[in-house]
């Protein structure tokens, strides 16, 4: 048996849980990432002791030394995913052994320790479970974010020897203000997210951290996002701040940046390309380069262009801006191959259609 299969979850009561009522008015409109579920699950792990102490309780403060080494070092991983509510009055999360094993990878990454699969969707379980109720009807669903970080009290550059993984939910709606119009988006020049050799291909704070200039630099010039080039030519497409990207073109075909070590691999990302394929649809996973964009833009070769994440889901962009000017993809707004693509996950994700890869998985 493994350590993760015998491991049992403690159960705290929560002395003051949101009242209904409270809670029905939160879930009108939640927002995205502004409020929280009433618990949350904690594992610790110490070396040589393993994972230990599985516990789900009442969400709160972390109390934390002010020598814990994530505060120093950043040794620190997350992932995001979703619970949505179906019909039945059940529950679904959608690919959660995908975020494991992604998470697994950035660990590794980070020198971190390993959570077993079975164990990182055992937590999700219990939390959704456990606060089913706040699952927002229609078309919200829950956000999931796990994380894990580096609690060991010690002032020196090595490895934590301690570890503390967390699962939290929050209630949401649209990413974006609008889920129907197209974003606009700032190509970043100078700053770079992610360096061969790096963590780019790693869900940690730091890659994000390091996008938060550009993406101030593309709030300032009036863009909801900013894409990033690559940091040894400053020449190819990577992906945006906190999502991949797609290029559809008026054969029918795709195309997105391939995945080597700077771009996160995209669990909505993979989907897209599988259920494209489905559909009989081409699709290139090879480098694109920012001039070539702007180029078929103007020709009108390339019709759509879109971003993907499970926050965003599909997200179609309109407008490119840059030090060197502006341009329109196609009419500057949603089109039919990134709305089919769109409508298509969100089907699979909600139980609406067959789910033929057997990504859904039931909770309840």
Known sequence: MSQSSALEFIRQAHPAPTPPDRRTAILRDPGFGRVFTDHMVTIRYTEGKGWHDAVIGPRGPIAMDPA??????????????????????????????????RFQKSAERLAMPSLPEDLFVAALEHLVSIDRDWIPE????????????????????????????????????????????????????????AAPGGTGAAKCGGNYAASLLAQMEAAK????????????????????????????????????????????????????????????????????????WRADAASGRLKETFACGTAAVLTPIGT?????????????????????????????????????????????
Not at 338 to 364: C, M, N, Y
């Open 221 to 292: 010039e009036g863009c909801e996002q900013v894409v990033f080039l690559d940091a040894t030519e400053r020449r190819w497409i990577e992906e945006l701040g906190g999502m991949n990207i797609f290029f559809a073109f008026e054969d029918g075909s795709m195309q997105t940046p391939p995945l080597g070590g700077t771009i996160l691999p995209g669990i909505t990302r993979a989907s897209i390309i599988a259920l494209a394929r489905d559909m009989g649809i081409t699709v290139r996973e090879e480098p694109y380069s920012f001039d070539q």
């Open 320 to 364: 490119v801006r840059s030090r060197d000017g502006n341009f329109t993809i196609g009419n500057g707004r949603s089109a039919a191959q990134t709305e089919k693509l769109r409508s298509t996950l969100i089907d699979i994700q909600r139980t609406r259609a067959a789910d033929p890869h057997g990504w859904v998985h039931k909770v309840f």
């Open 138 to 193: 229609g078309d919200g669903s829950l956000y999931l974010r796990p994380f894990m970080f580096a609690s060991e009290v010690f002032l020196g550059v090595k490895p934590s020897s301690e570890y503390l993984f967390i699962v939290i939910a929050s209630p949401v709606g649209s990413y974006f203000k609008s889920k129907d119009s197209a974003v606009s988006v700032w190509v970043s020049q100078d700053l770079t997210r």
């Open 68 to 101: 814990a080494a994530v505060l120093h070092y950043s040794q620190e991983i997350f992932e995001g995913l979703k619970a949505y509510r179906t019909a039945d009055g059940g529950a679904v999360m959608f690919r959660p052994g995908e975020n494991a094993r």
